[in-house]
C-alpha cells in the first residue's frame, strides 16, 4: 500500500508568521497535536504541542494566565518550529513509512510532491501502526 492512498490531504497548515496563540487555537479547534508550516504550499516546518508547552512552561509565560496569553499572542510559530522535517512522497510504502518513523522516532510525516506540501501521515492511523 502507498502512502498517497491512506494520506491526509485537507491538514490545517499556518505560516511562519503566526503567532502561537493562533496556532493554538488552531490545533484546538481540529483536534490535533501539530501544524505543518507553509509558504506558497512549500513546507517551512512542524510545529507541535510540545513546543508550544515548551513556551508555555518557561518564565515569565508560567507566571500568570495573562503573561502567558500576552506570549502566545506576540511570539511567531516561525520562531520555534522544527526546520529539519522528515518527508515523503505519495509513493513512498506504509512499510517505509513505519520503517522511517520508527528509525526517527516520528508520529506525523508531512507527503510532499514536486516541492510541494500535498498531505500527512499519522503513522498510528497506517495499517500495521501502533
Known amino acids: 500500500m502507498y502512502v498517497?492512498?491512506?494520506?491526509?490531504e485537507n491538514i490545517p497548515t499556518v505560516t511562519v508568521q503566526t503567532s502561537l496563540l493562533d496556532a493554538q487555537k488552531v490545533m484546538q479547534e481540529h483536534g490535533i497535536d501539530y501544524l505543518l508550516v507553509?509558504?506558497?504550499?512549500?513546507?517551512e516546518?512542524?510545529?507541535?504541542?510540545d513546543e508550544l508547552d515548551e513556551v508555555a512552561s518557561s518564565p515569565p509565560a508560567s507566571d500568570s494566565a495573562w503573561?502567558?496569553?500576552y506570549i502566545l499572542s506576540?511570539?511567531?510559530v516561525g520562531e520555534i518550529m522544527r526546520k529539519q522535517i522528515?518527508?515523503?512522497t505519495p509513493d513512498t510504502t506504509v512499510e517505509e513509512v513505519h520503517s522511517l518513523a520508527k528509525q526517527h522516532d516520528l508520529k506525523i510525516l508531512p507527503v510532499v510532491e514536486?516541492?510541494?506540501?500535498?498531505?500527512?501521515v499519522n503513522t498510528s492511523?497506517?495499517?500495521?501502526g501502533s
Open 38 to 43: 507553509v509558504t506558497d504550499e512549500k513546507l
Open 125 to 128: 492511523d497506517l495499517p500495521g
Open 45 to 49: 516546518g512542524l510545529f507541535t504541542k
Open 67 to 69: 503573561q502567558l496569553k
Open 86 to 88: 522528515v518527508t515523503i
Open 74 to 76: 506576540y511570539r511567531r
Open 114 to 120: 514536486r516541492g510541494k506540501l500535498v498531505g500527512a
Open 4 to 8: 498517497r492512498e491512506c494520506m491526509i
